[in-house]
């Protein structure tokens, strides 16, 4: 009955435990591991398939590939991961029970623990934990047939041990041998697919709740409110770290993440030259040098390009994929839905006429080629227009403005630009007048200038009223390091985790008990 009871108390905790695993990911980091699905692409196809039969782990990787691309469904990767980390957990305990009796849970749950802290990594696969758990079971069958026979069960157990190698490995000791999870990555993460999936609304909620300000989310930032036609309105109200807050770098000292998503606002734009050099170069250094979200960019791009042979190879590459297989059909150039086919229309309405000899780091050119092409730009003309006033270039500001915006009436944001501009060249009255500027925006601008030079240049008393104002930000932005501060939706989702936690190691301790 004692031995029953048990029983029932493990699978219990065992349940428990799973349970544990799956709300960790699922509320704690489910867009690392949507991240994860979309940096590979398994391809249902003899060459690829046969590959992994040419390496050592070739079960392992094979499995771990392919339960990966299911990651990219909703619960699918916290499921995945609770049930391979349980497996895991399960063969630990097995390997150990004969040795320590119900003491077997302390070491298992902390191999369970190690194990999901690997899993927390972006590099860490899934195979190696799959891996682990394969050696185990090895272990487990060699045992077994020693203890029943010696003589038959050494040469089993040998054989075992060299087939096993060949279907698991060693394990993946290549990665790091501990993780922890990184709260902020996956922030930047969480911002990174929920764009990529066009839900605005949690983008937005995502940018209001958060704390962490960076490049990269002043980015996404300013990228929504263009989709909405709303970056001048809004371009004040956000942290924006000069024009790094429009276009992110890519340069050697970028991370492949950084570089894969400054290809978003370049293909916003309709400059596909741009787009493809960054999603190309992004896709080179991640870290298996693929993945399905990369190559239906370049498929995008190709086929908003009209080059549908260049297409075709990426499109065919989908074909062979379980997840994108329905994606890539809707796209076959002849078999394009119809609104594939007006979404098409709408991007190549965008595309330059002309081609023109640039460097990849003079966005001012890219953006006045655009311009010069398509005048009717609208974001395009945002983004050059804020990209001067961030970086205070308030002469290039001026020509821009004259030469692609003139006939718009302004913007609040860009009357105060110009403004500046004509304070500084000290501009007679009747020349103001021909900016069609506001008269309230020149009102305050003489206000915001008595307060400046009555407080001699002191900005604390202009913040309060002015803080949002582009006059505010010219006299007072400079570049500073931000501290990410992001611990409260740390400590709100972890109190999901700490209830079923504490259950599980209850029911560990019961087992435990005499």
């Given at each position: 009955?004692?031995?029953?009871?048990?029983?029932?108390?493990?699978?219990?905790?065992?349940?428990?435990?799973?349970?544990?695993?799956?709300?960790?990911?699922?509320?704690?980091?489910?867009?690392?591991?949507?991240?994860?699905?979309?940096?590979?692409?398994?391809?249902?196809?003899?060459?690829?398939?046969?590959?992994?039969?040419?390496?050592?782990?070739?079960?392992?990787?094979?499995s771990?590939?392919?339960?990966?691309?299911?990651?990219y469904?909703?619960?699918?990767?916290?499921?995945?991961?609770?049930?391979?980390?349980?497996?895991?957990?399960?063969?630990?305990?097995?390997?150990?029970?004969?040795?320590?009796?119900?003491?077997?849970?302390?070491?298992?749950?902390?191999?369970?623990?190690?194990?999901?802290?690997?899993?927390?990594?972006?590099?860490?696969?899934?195979?190696?934990?799959?891996?682990?758990?394969?050696?185990?079971?090895?272990?487990?069958?060699?045992?077994?047939?020693?203890?029943?026979?010696?003589?038959?069960?050494?040469?089993?157990?040998?054989?075992?041990?060299?087939?096993?190698?060949?279907?698991?490995?060693?394990?993946?000791?290549?990665?790091?041998?501990?993780?922890?999870?990184?709260?902020?990555?996956e922030?930047?993460?969480?911002?990174?697919s929920e764009?990529?999936?066009?839900?605005?609304?949690?983008?937005?909620?995502?940018?209001?709740?958060?704390?962490?300000?960076?490049?990269?989310?002043?980015?996404?930032?300013?990228?929504?409110?263009?989709?909405?036609?709303?970056?001048?309105?809004?371009?004040?109200?956000?942290?924006?770290?000069?024009?790094?807050?429009?276009?992110?770098?890519?340069?050697?000292?970028?991370?492949?993440?950084?570089?894969?998503?400054?290809?978003?606002?370049?293909?916003?734009?309709?400059?596909?030259?741009?787009?493809?050099?960054?999603?190309?170069?992004?896709?080179?250094f991640?870290?298996?040098?693929?993945?399905?979200?990369?190559?239906?960019?370049?498929?995008?791009?190709?086929?908003?390009?009209?080059?549908?042979?260049?297409?075709?190879?990426?499109?065919?590459?989908?074909?062979?994929?379980?997840?994108y297989?329905?994606?890539?059909?809707r796209?076959?150039?002849?078999?394009?839905?119809?609104?594939?086919?007006?979404?098409?229309?709408?991007?190549?309405?965008?595309?330059?006429?002309?081609?023109?000899?640039?460097?990849?780091?003079?966005?001012?050119?890219?953006?006045?080629?655009l311009?010069?092409?398509?005048?009717?730009n609208?974001?395009?003309?945002?983004?050059?227009?804020?990209?001067?006033?961030?970086?205070?270039?308030?002469?290039?500001?001026?020509?821009?403005?004259?030469?692609?915006?003139?006939?718009?009436?302004?913007?609040?944001?860009?009357?105060?630009?110009?403004?500046?501009?004509?304070?500084?060249?000290?501009?007679?009255?009747?020349?103001?007048?021909?900016?069609?500027?506001?008269?309230?925006?020149?009102?305050?601008?003489?206000?915001?200038?008595?307060?400046?030079?009555?407080?001699?240049?002191?900005?604390?008393?202009?913040?309060?009223?002015?803080g949002?104002?582009?006059?505010?930000?010219?006299?007072?932005?400079?570049?500073?390091?931000?501290?990410?501060?992001?611990?409260?939706?740390?400590?709100?989702?972890?109190?999901?985790?700490?209830?079923?936690?504490?259950?599980?190691?209850?029911?560990c301790?019961?087992?435990?008990?005499?």
């Amino acid at each position: 009955m004692k031995a029953c009871r048990r029983k029932y108390i493990e699978w219990g905790a065992a349940g428990i435990g799973a349970l544990a695993l799956f709300l960790f990911f699922f509320r704690i980091l489910p867009y690392h591991l949507f991240h994860r699905e979309q940096t590979q692409l398994f391809l249902l196809a003899t060459e690829p398939l046969t590959g992994y039969l040419r390496h050592p782990a070739a079960l392992a990787r094979l499995s771990g590939d392919f339960l990966t691309q299911f990651f990219y469904y909703e619960g699918g990767g916290p499921t995945i991961m609770a049930v391979v980390l349980l497996l895991w957990g399960v063969v630990v305990f097995r390997l150990l029970a004969p040795y320590m009796g119900r003491w077997a849970w302390i070491p298992t749950v902390l191999a369970v623990a190690w194990e999901a802290g690997r899993q927390c990594g972006l590099s860490y696969p899934l195979s190696g934990t799959i891996a682990l758990t394969g050696i185990g079971g090895i272990l487990l069958l060699c045992r077994s047939c020693m203890r029943r026979s010696w003589k038959s069960g050494l040469p089993v157990s040998i054989l075992a041990v060299l087939s096993g190698y060949w279907l698991f490995g060693c394990g993946d000791w290549s990665s790091r041998w501990y993780n922890m999870p990184d709260l902020g990555r996956e922030y930047l993460l969480a911002l990174d697919s929920e764009m990529y999936f066009g839900r605005s609304e949690k983008v937005r909620k995502l940018l209001a709740e958060g704390e962490y300000r960076s490049p990269f989310t002043a980015y996404y930032y300013n990228l929504l409110n263009a989709q909405q036609n709303r970056l001048p309105d809004w371009l004040m109200d956000g942290y924006q770290p000069a024009s790094q807050g429009l276009f992110l770098p890519v340069a050697p000292h970028s991370t492949y993440l950084t570089i894969y998503a400054a290809n978003e606002v370049w293909f916003a734009l309709g400059d596909m030259t741009m787009a493809e050099h960054a999603a190309i170069l992004g896709m080179i250094f991640s870290p298996h040098h693929t993945g399905a979200r990369a190559v239906k960019r370049l498929a995008e791009i190709n086929l908003v390009n009209g080059d549908e042979a260049a297409a075709m190879k990426y499109l065919r590459l989908l074909q062979k994929t379980m997840c994108y297989r329905d994606w890539a059909e809707r796209r076959i150039p002849g078999k394009q839905t119809a609104e594939v086919c007006q979404w098409l229309e709408r991007k190549r309405l965008l595309l330059p006429a002309t081609d023109t000899l640039r460097s990849s780091a003079n966005i001012p050119l890219s953006l006045r080629h655009l311009l010069r092409n398509n005048p009717d730009n609208v974001l395009a003309c945002d983004y050059l227009l804020c990209f001067d006033l961030l970086n205070k270039d308030i002469g290039a500001f001026a020509r821009d403005y004259q030469e692609f915006a003139a006939h718009r009436i302004p913007s609040r944001l860009y009357a105060e630009g110009l403004l500046v501009y004509l304070a500084g060249n000290k501009s007679p009255l009747d020349e103001v007048r021909k900016w069609n500027i506001p008269p309230q925006v020149l009102d305050e601008f003489g206000d915001y200038t008595r307060l400046y030079e009555a407080n001699g240049g002191n900005g604390a008393s202009l913040q309060a009223k002015y803080g949002k104002t582009y006059w505010f930000y010219f006299h007072y932005a400079t570049m500073k390091k931000v501290e990410v501060i992001y611990d409260e939706r740390w400590n709100r989702d972890m109190k999901y985790i700490q209830v079923v936690v504490e259950l599980l190691l209850c029911c560990c301790l019961y087992a435990c008990s005499p």
